[in-house]
Structure formats: structure tokens, C-alpha cells
């Protein structure tokens, strides 16, 4: 946070890491309001290349789809689509190809003191226990929706692709509503990984919360 009595022209611009109470670890995924699923896979996979790694229902409104796309570099892009909404190529605010979240990966080390430092900013929290990963969910000053995630297991990001479509099959393959924690280990340990658990809180479980 700067000092209130600083300009922020004055603010320097650097690559160097803020004294800051929280740092993240990069961008994990971004999650945009689609239309429907076939004209969004269409233009995502079909001419874009990005493999669809995992398809479940949207963990807050199961009445609508979360498709999940490898980006090329293990980082995800993740749409909400229902079949009864069309495409809108010009865009509009706040509806189709509008951004529902932003979500960014913290160090699970440091998920205990990224809650602390939410609270004593004085912004409010949920914490999520979302089956394949943990999830804060906070604001910013404007309103829009942040995610910090943290990983479960450790998974090399040039193999999160890989590991997530892997736990799709085996979602499948079990009949469960979404992604669990045993489908993303049996997944780390199908694909010949070394599973490493990380330390996590307990929080709620699986659905609801966000919308």
C-alpha cells in the first residue's frame, strides 16, 4: 500500500517486489462470463489451439457450465457458459465477455498470513475448499471479484494441463459433480508425478459462495 501522502506519479516503477504484507506467485487462471459452450469451445479450441482440460458445473450455480482451457503454458482461462445464451461479437459490460473474477496463485505457505493482511486492510473474505485447490475470495476498490488460490498438491506448471484433464477422467470415471482432492492425486500419481501435499487450513467445502 503507498503512502497516502505520496502522488502516485511519484510512485516509483520498478520490477522490484514491494515492501508489501502479501506477494503473489503469478496469475493461476481468469474466468470470463461465456455465451454457450459450443460457439466458446469453438473459438478457444477449435481455432485457438488451447485444449479443453476439464468440463463441470459452475460450483456456485450448477445451472451453468465451467469450461476449463490450457492457455499453452499451464495457466488456465475458465469460462461460465449456459446453452440458452447467445454470442455477442460486439460485447457488452457486465454481461458476455465480461470478466467474472480475476484469480491469482499464492504461496500455500503463506495462505494463513494473506487472510491476516486481507482482514487488517479491512477487506472481507470467504475461504473455499474448492476440491482441486483453496481459494480466498475477496474484492478490490472497485468491486471485481479476486480469487488467490492455493494448490493442494504441487504440480509443475508445465504439466497442469496435463494433470488437470487427467482429473476430469477421472471425475468421469467416478460419476462425481465436479473435480475432487482424490481425482487431482489420483491424477499426480497416474501421470508418475511426486505427490506433495501442501499444508492447508480446513475450509468450507466444494459449492456455493460466489456469484
Not at 82 to 109: E, I
Not at 152 to 177: F, H
Request: hydrophobic letters at 30%; aromatic letters at 8%; a negative charge.
Amino acid at each position: 500500500m503507498s503512502d497516502e501522502t505520496t502522488p502516485s506519479s511519484s510512485v516509483p516503477v520498478t520490477p522490484e517486489r514491494p515492501d508489501s504484507p502479501v506477494h503473489m506467485q503469478g496469475t493461476d487462471h481468469i474466468t470470463i462470463w461465456g455465451s454457450n459452450a459450443e460457439d466458446t469451445i469453438e473459438f478457444y479450441r477449435d481455432l485457438l489451439g488451447m485444449p479443453l482440460v476439464l468440463r463441470q458445473p459452475n460450483l456456485d450455480d450448477p445451472s451453468q457450465t465451467h469450461l476449463f482451457f490450457d492457455t499453452g503454458d499451464g495457466r488456465i482461462l475458465t469460462f461460465f457458459v449456459s446453452d440458452d445464451r447467445p454470442s455477442n461479437r460486439r460485447g457488452q459490460r457486465g454481461g458476455v465477455g465480461a470478466v467474472h473474477h480475476l484469480c491469482f496463485s499464492v504461496d500455500p505457505d503463506e495462505y494463513e498470513e494473506t487472510m491476516a493482511a486481507l482482514e487488517d486492510a479491512g477487506h472481507q473474505y470467504n475461504v473455499f475448499d474448492r476440491g482441486i485447490f483453496h481459494s480466498i475470495y475477496t474484492s478490490d476498490n472497485n468491486g471485481l471479484v479476486i480469487e488467490l488460490s492455493a494448490d493442494k498438491y504441487e504440480i509443475p506448471n508445465d504439466r497442469r494441463g496435463e494433470v488437470l484433464a487427467k482429473a476430469q477422467e477421472l471425475r468421469e470415471s467416478d460419476g462425481a459433480e465436479y473435480a475432487k482432492d482424490e481425482h487431482l492425486r489420483g491424477a499426480i500419481e497416474e501421470l508418475g508425478l511426486e505427490v506433495v501435499e501442501n499444508d492447508l487450513p480446513d475450509a468450507s467445502a466444494g459449492v456455493g459462495g460466489l456469484e
